[in-house]
């Protein structure tokens, strides 16, 4: 299984945002990142089945921009397991409930993706940027023991 970690794009900040958590949105300058991100990933042809995003609003509109661009909208859902908090034993518990899947794209947090991926890759420090992508492949999702393929800074695709 490919499984793609694709954290949330630049959202408005937590200072200048007077609703409630959740619903802080992306920002003009987030959106236009991710659809840049969007079209690296597409023409990389992933293969993704199935696009999982965190309940949070910057997370379900990321998982729709990027998802725009790789012609994958019909695949997006909503999965609470991403909230805030996702760890190792949330992540065995998805990938239980997508085994047969082939390519997987998870859209989420820091530092719970970092984490997460770490635990997976046997150790080592990741961190994904905001609209950043990390690739794991894991040959046997049962066992969560992978190998990290590639990580996008998303400043990369940018002047």
């Known amino acids: 299984m490919k499984l793609y970690f694709l954290r949330h794009g630049i959202a408005v900040a937590r200072e200048e945002w007077t609703g409630d958590e959740a619903s ?16 690296f990933l597409a023409g990389r042809k992933l293969g993704v089945e199935r696009v999982l995003t965190s309940p949070l609003v910057r997370c379900t ?16 859902a909503v999965d609470e397991r991403l909230a805030p908090g996702f760890g190792p034993g949330m992540l065995a518990r998805l990938l ?6 082939g390519a997987l794209m998870l859209v989420g947090h820091e530092p719970d993706f970092s984490l997460t991926i770490g635990h997976v890759i046997g150790g080592g420090r990741v961190v994904c940027d905001k609209g ?20 996008l800074a998303p400043g990369l695709l940018h002047d």
């Open 24 to 39: 802080r949105p992306l920002t003009d300058k987030g959106r236009r990142r991710l659809e840049d991100v969007g079209e």
């Open 61 to 76: 509109q990321t998982a729709e921009v990027v998802a725009q661009r790789m012609k994958a909208v019909d695949r997006v």
């Open 96 to 101: 239980r409930s997508h085994a047969e899947t």
């Open 132 to 151: 950043g992508v990390a690739c794991v492949h894991l040959p046997n999702p049962r066992e969560m023991e992978g190998e990290l393929e590639w990580l």
